[in-house]
């Protein structure tokens, strides 16, 4: 019996150590900090944007829009991702007026103007500008169009009304993607 117990004991002692390192790895996960809080790459684009203090207005025109299950989804998506400061540069009420449910239709364009398919690190974005000559057209899943450029060491993008946003914060992975905060919210034509 002794013999058993002594057994069970080194078994467990062997497996202790595997177990904190399976634990440690997870703890440690690589993160990016968006609006005080940590963005994990193993939850997706709405788990992790409704912890971003910086993105209340988002997340709120995001459920208005009715968009919540779209960005749970598999994607992968790549999202430019305006703070509430870029929402307050719109004109003084525009949020709230997108934000009626009559507006929902208007709303959705808005948002799914600042989605493009597929997961664009900003090293593909310089890639794809730099296969341009100098910038780069992406096509949005609102259907309509946005252009890259550099400007130093960040990204621009331009929207159709010639409307500049800069990438705030860049690669911020997520398990369906990847966002890059901007400053400015963008509008289609």
Same mark, same amino acid.
């Given at each position: 019996?002794?013999?058993?117990?002594?057994?069970? +004991?080194?078994?467990?002692?062997?497996?202790?150590?595997?177990?904190t390192?399976?634990?440690?790895?997870?703890?440690?996960?690589? +993160?990016?900090?968006?609006?005080?809080?940590?963005?994990?790459?193993?939850?997706?684009?709405?788990?992790?944007?409704?912890?971003?203090?910086?993105?209340?207005?988002?997340?709120?025109?995001?459920?208005?829009?009715?968009?919540?299950?779209?960005?749970?989804?598999?994607?992968?998506? +790549?999202?430019?991702?305006?703070?509430?400061?870029?929402?307050?540069?719109?004109?003084?009420?525009?949020?709230?007026?997108l934000?009626?449910?009559?507006?929902?239709?208007?709303?959705?364009?808005?948002?799914?103007?600042?989605?493009?398919?597929?997961?664009?690190?900003?090293?593909?974005?310089?890639?794809?500008?730099?296969?341009?000559?100098?910038?780069?057209?992406?096509?949005?899943?609102?259907?309509?169009?946005?252009?890259?450029?550099?400007?130093?060491?960040?990204?621009?993008?331009?929207?159709?009304?010639?409307?500049?946003? +800069?990438?705030?914060?860049?690669d911020?992975?997520?398990?369906?993607?990847?966002?890059?905060?901007?400053?400015?919210?963008?509008?289609?034509?």
């Amino acid at each position: 019996m002794n013999i058993r117990i002594a057994c069970m +004991t080194a078994a467990l002692a062997l497996a202790a150590p595997a177990l904190t390192l399976s634990l440690s790895a997870t703890a440690q996960e690589q +993160t990016k900090t968006v609006g005080g809080a940590p963005m994990y790459p193993s939850k997706t684009i709405v788990e992790n944007a409704v912890n971003s203090k910086d993105h209340t207005t988002l997340v709120a025109a995001v459920k208005a829009a009715g968009l919540v299950e779209t960005l749970q989804g598999k994607g992968p998506f +790549t999202v430019f991702a305006p703070t509430n400061a870029a929402f307050a540069k719109l004109p003084a009420g525009t949020v709230d007026t997108l934000l009626k449910p009559e507006n929902k239709g208007q709303l959705t364009g808005v948002l799914t103007y600042h989605v493009v398919p597929g997961r664009m690190t900003a090293q593909d974005l310089a890639a794809k500008v730099k296969e341009g000559g100098g910038k780069a057209t992406l096509k949005t899943v609102q259907g309509a169009t946005l252009t890259v450029t550099p400007s130093g060491n960040t990204l621009v993008i331009t929207d159709q009304k010639g409307g500049k946003s +800069t990438v705030a914060i860049a690669d911020v992975m997520q398990s369906n993607g990847v966002i890059h905060v901007v400053d400015t919210v963008l509008l289609p034509g």
